[in-house]
T-cell receptor
């Protein structure tokens, strides 16, 4: 079975902190994605990556950056956390573009 | 920007009835579509997908219909069961080659009444 693992289920961070959310997939997938999920807004794409060291902005990249140094790992970085970044963060991966994306369990981040 | 939207935020159906969840997409260049189910506390799970060269695809108890003329996607669930209660998302993939964005709609909550 494909497994996408997010490092934390719950995180509480202070305003201004630098926050790292880690995601690892074990199926040699090319594509990886970071979304945030908020009530009534669905899943919004922050960044995606289609290869090591390659990334593209999604619809809401402001305040975020990403890193993909190894194929299996895709990190989301909040440079200076703010309260409006309190959300559920979901990581996903897919082998090919026209293939299903597999999701992790999500990280619920609270910024206080 | 482009958006993928579902027509209704909540759908309530009786157990045993058929459910139809609708989705409108706006990017005519999208060529791959997926339906996901998300249960409380879990990440979205794949239900069924369809490519733009098809207009219908069937799975076990589920059917996806694609109408490219009006840019509309629907998910039909036959004989809806309590375990089908969840939030359902449609997603479209726009891109070329092996890479592209996977964009989600806002979701429809399906409530199954016993």
């Amino acid at each position: 079975d494909v497994k996408v693992t997010q490092s934390s289920r719950y995180l509480v961070k202070r305003t201004g902190e630098k926050v790292f959310l880690e995601c690892v997939q074990d199926m040699d997938h090319e594509n990886m994605f970071w979304y945030r999920q908020d009530p009534g807004l669905g899943l919004r794409l922050i960044y995606f990556s289609y290869d090591v060291k390659m990334k593209e902005k999604g619809d809401i990249p402001e305040g975020y950056s990403v890193s993909r140094e190894k194929k299996e790992r895709f990190s989301l970085i909040l440079e200076s956390a703010s309260t409006n970044q309190t959300s559920m963060y979901l990581c996903a991966s897919s082998l090919i573009r026209q293939g299903q994306a597999f999701f992790g369990q999500g990280t619920r981040l609270t910024v206080v | 920007g482009e958006s993928v939207g579902l027509h209704l935020p909540t759908l309530s159906v009786q157990e045993g009835d058929n459910s139809i969840i609708n989705c409108a997409y706006s990017n005519s260049a999208s060529d791959y579509f997926i339906w996901y189910k998300q249960e409380s506390g879990k990440g979205p799970q794949f239900i069924i997908d369809i490519r733009s060269n098809m207009d219908k695809r069937q799975g076990q108890r589920v059917t996806v219909l694609l109408n490219k003329t009006v840019k509309h996607l629907s998910l039909q669930i036959a004989a809806t069961q309590p375990g089908d209660s969840a939030v359902y998302f449609c997603a479209e993939n726009m891109g070329s080659g092996n890479t592209g964005k996977l964009i989600f709609g806002q979701g429809t909550t399906l409530q199954v009444k016993p």
